[in-house]
């Protein structure tokens, strides 16, 4: 693939570009192939054929059945469905006697907390909001002692995006699924696994998952596509109502050449293992180099079960923002979890459930390798990035350590 | 997301440094994005008999728009009159550089406040 050599990627976990392979896949399916695949003629075939080819690759790559596999816009679209097709579904709610409980991990993409926040205020829905430890990940016990009677849904990522730290979601699979055989009331069990899907065995059946999210543009494939796994008998509420579209799951004209990109880009997806160790090695090199030659650097998140291609430091004296910047005029992109880089001014809640306060929140970095990450960059970084925080903590002069300020009311009249 | 002016500073920040023997500092935080700036001041008397910002100097902990906006404060402070330095208003530290995204208005805010802090603790020890 061609490069433009003056600037490097590490925002993997943010995006990724698409394949070249998987975009000449895709390529027919525009201005070619371009029949709707509901339709019965020669040209809808052509596209239905397609859709039937991408929905066999993804179900093999997870290892379900073909009809468990539906297409979406992508990991929020199907995040939404899920937890408000479980957690909002009435005939659910009919059947536990009340209003359902549903748990999630507090370090859920803003798709899941923000479709649960809507269900409690709504008054639809009891939600819990676990803990996460130290080391980014959620606790089965303290999963165990939240969940009721009336608990219909458990949903937590298989990797965070942030921290990159991996959830036990086996280990959880095989709680609920002891819990099920006693219980009145299923629990129905979900994981994000868009993060995931690059580096570790995503078999919904190993892991015990009644669903499951994957986006495309994660995985080299195209933005606005990704899959949900539904496993047959879930209690799912329809999200987009309309047509037949998707075993009446999921309604909409489909996206033949999203999705043909989607089922071309998790077929690759399964020989890159040792494209994943490279990028591992790659990933320890950064993360060791760091250490090395920055002091006051801190990994934020667990150092083993963390995921191949994620590395996120805070540096003390120093802020996020000033620092993504400082690299993006070296031609580097990385992303930070500062509350000044946010539209919203907030910090980012994965590293506040991590303990961190709000300074340390503000002075994170992360930096997510990929498919064609070289040893080349990593190097450039290391040679940068030192000079980048020495030069910031001179315009600090770390004052962080000093202040003895009185913090006051952010003004409100301002546009923030 | 920012103008050229801004990076600028940011990559070259004019009187940055801490200060030996300051007459005065002032200290501001922002506890909800974070920012922290402090401001040192050197103070004479001109011929009048006013109280003049001989010098300044700032260190900040913040975003690029809070580095950029303290540089631009010192800049416009420097030279100035404690009346003079106290009419500066964060729409004139936006205004000189060229314009800010309207989620870091409030940076160009806090470095004004910086300056004025510096100038009240002067005024309270005086």
Redesign the interface.
């Known amino acids: 693939m061609e490069k433009n050599k003056s600037k490097i990627y590490l925002d993997y976990a943010a995006t990724t570009p698409v394949d070249p392979e998987v975009f000449e896949v895709m390529k027919p399916y525009f201005s070619e192939k371009y029949g709707n695949a509901s339709s019965v003629h020669l040209f809808g075939q052509e596209a239905q054929s397609a859709v039937i080819k991408a929905r066999h690759q993804v179900a093999d790559f997870l290892g379900c059945k073909a009809e468990e596999i539906i297409f979406t816009s992508g990991a929020t679209e199907g995040n939404n469905t899920v937890i408000k097709g479980i957690g909002g579904n009435k005939d659910l709610a009919k059947k536990v006697g009340g209003k359902p409980h549903i748990i999630v991990s507090k370090i859920e993409h803003e798709c899941v907390l923000g479709s649960s926040e809507r269900l409690e205020y709504e008054g639809v829905a009891e939600v819990t909001y676990l803990p996460i430890t130290e080391e980014g990940s959620v606790d089965v016990e303290e999963l165990r002692n939240n969940i009721k009677p009336n608990t219909v849904l458990v949903s937590v990522m298989y990797v965070n995006n942030e921290i990159g730290s991996i959830q036990p979601i086996e280990e959880i699979g095989s709680l609920l699924k002891n819990l099920n055989r006693e219980r009145k009331n299923k629990i129905y069990f979900h994981t994000d696994a868009a993060q995931a899907v690059n580096y570790l065995d995503c078999d919904v059946q190993k892991l015990g998952v009644d669903l499951m999210t994957i986006s495309a543009h994660k995985i080299y494939g195209p933005k606005g596509v990704g899959a949900l796994f539904v496993r047959q008998g879930t209690a799912l509420a329809r999200f987009m109502d309309g047509g037949e579209q998707e075993f009446k799951l999921r309604a909409g004209t489909h996206n033949s050449p999203g999705i043909v990109g989607m089922g071309a880009a998790i077929e690759k997806a399964k020989n890159q293992k040792s494209k994943a160790e490279d990028i591992e090695n790659m990933r320890n090199k950064l993360i060791a180099g760091i250490q090395d030659k920055i002091s006051g650097a801190f990994l934020n998140g667990s150092r083993e079960k963390r995921i191949a291609n994620n590395v996120n430091f805070r540096f003390d004296?120093?802020?996020?923002?000033?620092i993504i910047?400082?690299l993006d005029?070296e031609g580097i992109a990385v992303s930070t979890g500062?509350?000044?880089?946010a539209?919203s001014?907030?910090?980012s809640h994965v590293l506040l459930a991590l303990g961190l306060n709000?300074?340390e929140t503000?002075s994170s970095v992360r930096f997510s390798l990929g498919r064609y990450t070289t040893g080349q960059e990593i190097d450039r970084v290391l040679d940068v990035l030192p000079k980048i925080i020495e030069k910031l903590r001179?315009?600090?002069?770390n004052?962080?350590s000093t202040?003895?300020?009185?913090?006051?009311?952010?003004?409100k009249d301002?546009?923030? | 997301m920012?103008t050229d002016k801004v990076?600028e500073h940011?990559?070259k920040?004019h009187n940055?440094?801490?200060m030996k023997d300051p007459s005065a500092v002032g200290?501001?935080?922002?506890?909800?994005?974070?920012?922290?700036?402090?401001i040192y001041l050197k103070v004479k008397k001109d011929k009048k008999g006013d109280q003049v910002i001989d010098d300044i100097k700032f260190?900040?902990?913040?975003?690029?728009?809070?580095?950029a906006t303290s540089s631009m404060v010192t800049e416009m402070a420097k030279g100035k009159t404690f009346s003079e330095a106290l009419k500066i208003k964060?729409s004139d530290v936006e205004k000189s550089l060229g314009s800010l995204p309207?989620?870091k208005?409030?940076c160009a805010?806090l470095a004004v406040?910086a300056l004025q802090a510096a100038i009240t603790n002067y005024q309270k020890s005086a």
């Open positions: 004296g120093v802020e996020g923002e000033s910047i400082a005029l500062s509350a000044c880089a539209k001014l907030s910090p709000h300074l503000h001179n315009i600090s002069g004052l962080e202040a003895s300020v009185e913090r006051g009311q952010l003004p301002f546009g923030c | 920012y990076i940011f990559q920040p940055l440094g801490k200290e501001v935080g922002n506890p909800v994005c974070g920012d922290l700036m402090r260190e900040t902990l913040g975003c690029v728009a809070a580095i964060f309207p989620v208005k409030h805010d406040k």
